[in-house]
């Protein structure tokens, strides 16, 4: 009998330890995966580095850095060899390199490779108005140089009035959702000049351009001038002879015309800020000139005439009446998937001299495809003209998407080389909730918390993000 018992209380040992239900273990993550270094430095000039990657399951490798590329034929599974391009910058730039588990995305090691600045080149541009400011200088190639870091955001109209608030100073729809003002602030030059010139609102646009300038933020002026024949708006394209007018002497047309343009160089020529200093602008003249809604546009005029026009323009501005404080933009409509997009963008081109930024206004909304096309083409013709460039307007009215901005905005520009992306007004509308014309984000839109992430991108630049965008770099000449 206590045989039997201790054999029954064998086996119940036995059973209470598993035997019977036994699970087997979770299987060990066995990949192991070594690089030998997380930095790598280079020196500025074109040149062969390698990084020695031992791993015990199949990788790829991916570059995120448009200056680095493999050589896959010196390359080996445990010896991965790169080509650092020459950097012409007076800046230092970096670039990350992923080693990823070829099944699984999640699994990856990274190394971060640094190029040291061009201690021996001076990065030159060539600006319109060679008796420019130095201020306006200085903002032409911090407009160059900025595009190395990231890119500015933009509002127009933001510190004049939002959607439920008007001329109150210090105020902005931008800065009440993410807590900081716009890098760029856009204005319209029109009423200025044209004549609705007596406008009480010109005074409010003087005020908060000083209030921009004061933080060191970038002015950015369109303007939708009246047709100067016919009275009527700038979309009245009703006769072709408006530009014919204004380039012929003795014609009322350009008489009318002049007196405009005397009106925008008294402005500019007595837009001082806090130290005596005049305040440069980025000035969009004639914008959207590829369609032909206007009475400068497509429709109405001829190629010659145009660019005519704008040297016709530029020279009375520079030279006859001595505004110094310009930059002068184009900036066509780019607004779909183009076959021909730098084209596009060349289209009545006014001349190398004649032009300082290269502009584009782009109602992508959300056709993600057209924007990163057309960001990829401005970024080229800007590289072959070594002119900045940048989005001069953009947005989609009355837009409810609440991931407008990673998805639609942040996400094409990734990689690109450009400096600034303006978003159009948010229009003043009260208690009015049936106007919808608004292309950017304010308190209690949908956005909210997307656009605070865009802001949060290191790419994403805003007022306080910004250089000192009126003293010139070091390493830049300008001719």
């Not at 200056?67 to 896959?72: G, L, Y």
Request: net charge negative.
């Amino acid at each position: 009998m206590n045989i039997v018992l201790s054999v029954l209380i064998a086996m119940s040992a036995i059973w209470s330890c598993g035997g019977g239900s036994k699970v087997d273990p979770a299987p060990k993550d066995t990949r192991s995966m070594t690089i030998g270094q997380d930095i790598v430095k280079v020196p500025y000039q074109e040149n062969k580095f390698s990084i020695q990657v031992s791993a015990n399951f199949e990788y790829t490798v991916s570059i995120e850095a448009d200056w680095i590329r493999e050589d896959e034929s010196a390359s080996t599974a445990f010896m991965r060899a790169f080509i650092a391009a020459g950097n012409e910058h007076a800046g230092e730039r970096s670039g990350v390199i992923r080693f990823t588990d070829k099944n699984d995305r999640y699994y990856s090691k990274s190394v971060t490779v640094t190029q040291e600045a061009n201690p021996v080149s001076k990065v030159t541009l060539h600006i319109v108005d060679k008796n420019a400011t130095e201020e306006t200088k200085a903002l032409f190639a911090n407009l160059w140089k900025i595009a190395d870091t990231g890119w500015m955001f933009g509002h127009h109209d933001d510190l004049w009035y939002g959607r439920y608030w008007y001329d109150e100073a210090g105020k902005s729809d931008t800065k009440a959702v993410c807590g900081d003002y716009p890098g760029v602030f856009s204005v319209d030059f029109a009423e200025i000049m044209d004549d609705r010139h007596g406008s009480s609102a010109n005074a409010i646009r003087r005020r908060v351009i000083l209030e921009a300038r004061e933080r060191g933020e970038v002015i950015l002026a369109c303007a939708h001038l009246n047709n100067p024949k016919t009275g009527n708006d700038s979309w009245d394209n009703s006769s072709n002879e408006v530009v014919r007018e204004i380039l012929t002497e003795g014609t009322s047309t350009r008489a009318k015309y002049l007196t405009w343009l005397d009106r925008c160089a008294d402005f500019a020529n007595n837009l001082y800020d806090s130290r005596g200093k005049l305040i440069p602008v980025i000035f969009r003249p004639y914008h959207e000139h590829t369609q032909g809604w206007s009475w400068w546009g497509s429709s109405c005029t001829t190629e010659s005439d145009f660019i005519s026009l704008w040297q016709f323009t530029v020279k009375y501005l520079r030279d006859t009446k001595g505004v110094h404080n310009f930059l002068y933009s184009v900036s066509p409509q780019m607004d779909a998937v183009y076959s021909n997009a730098k084209e596009r963008i060349l289209f009545r081109w006014p001349g190398d001299d004649w032009v300082d930024f290269i502009g584009m206004d782009c109602y992508h909304g959300t056709n993600d495809s057209a924007f990163s096309a057309n960001l990829k083409a401005i970024e080229e013709v800007s590289m072959d003209k070594k002119k900045p460039c940048g989005v001069t307007e953009d947005g989609k009215e009355s837009f409810t998407e609440t991931d407008f901005w990673t998805r639609h905005v942040l996400a094409p520009l990734a990689e690109r080389r450009i400096s600034l992306v303006t978003m159009w007004r948010n229009k003043y509308v009260g208690s009015n909730e049936s106007d919808k014309h608004y292309f950017s984000v304010y308190p209690g839109h949908p956005s909210e918390d997307n656009f605070r992430t865009m802001y949060d991108d290191p790419r994403s630049l805003f007022s306080k993000d910004l250089p000192d965008m009126y003293t010139i770099p070091a390493g830049y000449e300008i001719k």
